[in-house]
Nanobody
Framework: QVKLVESGGGLVQPGGSLRLSCTAS????????MSWYRQAPGKERELVAD???IANMSVKGRFTISRDNGKNTVYLQMNNLKPDDTAVYYC???????WGQGTQVTVSS
């Protein structure tokens, strides 16, 4: 059974940083591309970043996605956060079309 568990969300001030984690189980993580999506209130879910099975890290502006295959975990490092980054952040594995439960990120002073 595919399972994705996100953690690391919370309340942060504008300009701050957070690192989200997604720990996977139930499938071969090392051969699977992984993604982070987010959904803000009243908006559609959107892709934040994705990483292939063979990459270690990918930078998408203020966000960096990385993976540790030894821990079956994908990370999302978010820097210089803005209020518009407020959303529920989800981990996703396209190969199995499976989502995590999401973790709330709130950027506010």
């Amino acid at each position: 059974q595919v399972k994705l568990v996100e953690s690391g969300g919370g309340l942060v001030q504008p300009g701050g940083s957070l690192r989200l984690s997604c720990t996977a189980s139930g499938f071969t993580f090392i051969t699977s591309a992984m993604s982070w999506y987010r959904q803000a209130p009243g908006k559609e879910r959107e892709l934040v970043a994705d990483i292939s099975a063979i990459a270690n890290m990918s930078v998408k502006g203020r966000f960096t996605i990385s993976r540790d295959n030894g821990k079956n975990t994908v990370y999302l490092q978010m820097n210089n956060l803005k209020p518009d980054d407020t959303a529920v952040y989800y981990c996703y594995v396209r190969r199995f079309e499976s989502w995590g439960q999401g973790t709330q990120v709130t950027v506010s002073s």
